[in-house]
């Protein structure tokens, strides 16, 4: 069950990474839509990558910034006491994750997309 979760993660880790880079080229950065889909992209990156950074992760397209609010939480550089980074069990990282991504989707539409698991 896990490995399928995971799957599911690393698919929409490169679709939104396609479509990112995609994007970049047609829409001005500082917008909602890429504001959006930057974050999940870094949700899903770190949902299929949970050792990141501390450990090995493949390469993403230097087009997406290492900048944000969600990522800058798991990657912190000063006071790293609250910071989520320090979880490390995977299946615990991604059920943050989960939640997380469930809050930006209810965000960005009227009713609920996602289903609990």
């Not at 290492?66 to 490390?88: H, M, N, R, V, Y």
Request: with cysteine; charged share 20%.
């Amino acid at each position: 069950m896990a490995q399928r979760f995971l799957l599911k993660w690393v698919t929409l880790l490169h679709k939104l990474e396609s479509w990112l880079v995609h994007i970049n080229i047609v829409v001005d950065t500082r917008t909602p839509e890429w504001t959006w889909g930057h974050d999940t992209f870094w949700m899903a990156f770190l949902a299929a990558c949970p050792d990141f950074p501390h450990s090995s992760w493949p390469l993403w397209n230097s087009r997406i910034s290492l900048e944000g609010a969600f990522i800058e939480l798991w990657t912190p550089t000063e006071d790293p006491e609250d910071s989520p980074a320090l979880i490390t069990n995977h299946d615990t990282i991604r059920a943050v994750i989960w939640t997380e991504f469930q809050r930006l989707a209810a965000e960005c539409f009227l009713y609920s997309l996602v289903a609990e698991l």
